[in-house]
């Protein structure tokens, strides 16, 4: 059974950092590339950053370049989200989610973990 | 950016009753998009890729269709298990963005 299970989010002031990361088993996690999504409370889904199933690519929304970095450590099959100089707009559960359901356009979101909560406050 | 504009942003329907929710790109997506449903407390789930391919276990109720900017989602017949938020997404180019969601609520 493919899971996703995200740790490390919290309340943390401006200005200040977190890292999350996402644990991930069932599957060759080799294979995927993998993404993170966000959903501030009350909101829709936004697109956070990405990175290549061998970590060599990695893709940012504007919003977040030069304060957010994407990793993963595919010994481990864990995946990151190194998250700096917050703001409150941050706020959001933070999904990890697995880029595997492919067709003749590309590969689509399958599975999601469960999210975990950023709060950027003071 | 690709901006996706979802309509109508809550459709209030019966059960039985037909859905048709609304995806407009600013610009050609080609058939590179997807739609997605969220309950409440729940992550999203994968209903139909490249625009009009049913996923997996997903029931035939649900159709998509359309290509370059206007996308349609159609729930034939209202579950009570399909009152929800839709979501539709591209992956055209960088960056994936998603539209801002349909609830769908019971009437």
């Known amino acids: 059974e493919v899971q996703l299970v995200e740790s490390g989010g919290g309340l943390v002031q401006p200005g200040g950092s977190l890292r999350l990361s996402c644990s991930a088993s069932g599957f060759t996690f080799t294979n995927y590339a993998m993404h993170w999504v966000r959903q501030a409370p009350g909101k829709g889904l936004e697109f956070v950053s990405a990175?290549?199933?061998?970590?060599?690519?990695?893709y940012y929304v504007d919003s977040v370049k030069g304060r957010f970095t994407i990793s993963r450590d595919n010994s481990k099959n864990t995946l990151y989200l190194q998250m700096s100089s917050l703001r409150p707009e941050d706020t959001a559960v933070h999904y990890c989610?697995?880029?595997?359901?492919?067709?003749?356009?590309?590969?689509?979101?399958?599975?999601w973990g469960q999210g975990t909560l950023v709060t950027v406050s003071s | 950016e690709i901006v996706l504009t979802q309509s109508p942003a809550t459709l209030s329907l019966s059960p039985g009753e037909g859905a048709t929710l609304s995806c407009r790109a600013s610009?050609?997506?080609?058939?590179?998009l997807a739609w997605y449903q969220q309950k409440p407390g729940q992550a999203p789930r994968l209903l139909i890729y490249d625009a009009s391919n049913r996923a997996t276990g997903i029931p035939a109720r649900f159709s998509g269709s359309g290509s370059g900017t206007d996308f349609t989602l159609t729930i034939s017949s209202l579950e009570p298990e399909d009152f929800a938020v839709y979501y539709c997404q591209h992956r055209r180019n960088w960056p994936w963005t998603f539209g801002q969601g349909t609830k769908v609520d019971i009437k």
């Open positions: 989610v697995r880029l595997g359901y492919c067709g003749s356009a590309g590969c689509y979101f399958d599975y």
């Open positions: 610009q050609s997506v080609s058939s590179s």
């Open positions: 990175i290549s199933s061998n970590g060599g690519s990695t």
